[in-house]
T-cell receptor
């Protein structure tokens, strides 16, 4: 257990439905990252937050995806009008952050999404 | 060409063998992660290094910044080491670029 939790662990939904995932980072970590991993591939960056500010979004994050971190603690990732191509493992990671140095990221267990 | 390349993609070995997984990257980095992912998806960070060599138990990670190359070694491999090992380069904005992973299977 790394201290980063994600909920739910598994989600099966029908195409066209909306889904929301939650990530609770390690409490003193001000950076929070979302990644997506499809079968047989390495994870890919989606977006990250420094406290409550969303600092970067990948091109992978279409307008059906939105992420929030309203109080700089937990974060949610919502996918609207899900498509079968959204089926993947959604991973969250957190770290201490700051300019000029690199800090280790701690990963949550992931949420596996299956869109039928 | 991916910015982070790993080799081999798959590796099967007998228990006790010395294992080497290689990682080459083409981007400027501030640090490099080696990660372990077991079936079920959870990722554990094994090492984060920016120079030289680190050792933890039977695991050793090395990095050569000039050659943009890193290796992960496992000594006296054991079936419980079977997992996917992922090399991930952290750029200067702390964004991680992942390799596709090396699937390791250790036979008893």
């Amino acid at each position: 257990d790394t201290g980063v939790s994600q909920d739910p662990r598994h989600k099966i939904t029908k195409r066209g439905q909306n889904v929301t995932f939650r990530c609770d980072p390690i409490s003193e970590h001000n950076r929070l990252y979302w990644y997506r991993q499809t079968l047989g591939q390495g994870p890919e960056f989606l977006t990250y937050f420094q406290n409550e500010a969303q600092l970067e979004k990948s091109r992978l994050l279409s307008d059906r995806f939105s992420a929030e971190r309203p109080k700089g603690s937990f974060s949610t990732l919502e996918i609207q009008r899900t498509e079968q191509g959204d089926s993947a493992m959604y991973l969250c990671a957190s770290s201490v952050g700051g300019a000029g140095a690199s800090y280790e990221q701690y990963f949550g267990p992931g949420t596996r999404l299956t869109v039928t | 060409k991916n910015e982070v390349e790993q080799s081999p993609q798959n590796l099967t070995a007998q228990e006790g063998e010395f294992i080497t997984i290689n990682c080459s990257y083409s981007v400027g980095i501030s640090a490099l992660h080696w990660l372990q992912q077991h079936p079920g998806g959870g990722i554990v960070s094994l090492f984060m290094l920016s120079s030289g060599k680190k050792k933890h138990g039977r695991l050793i990670a090395t990095i050569n910044i000039q050659e943009k190359h890193s290796s992960l070694h496992i000594t006296a491999s054991h079936p419980r080491d079977s997992a996917v090992y992922i090399c991930a380069a952290m750029n200067r904005d702390d964004k991680i670029i992942f390799g596709k992973g090396t699937r390791l299977h250790i036979l008893p």
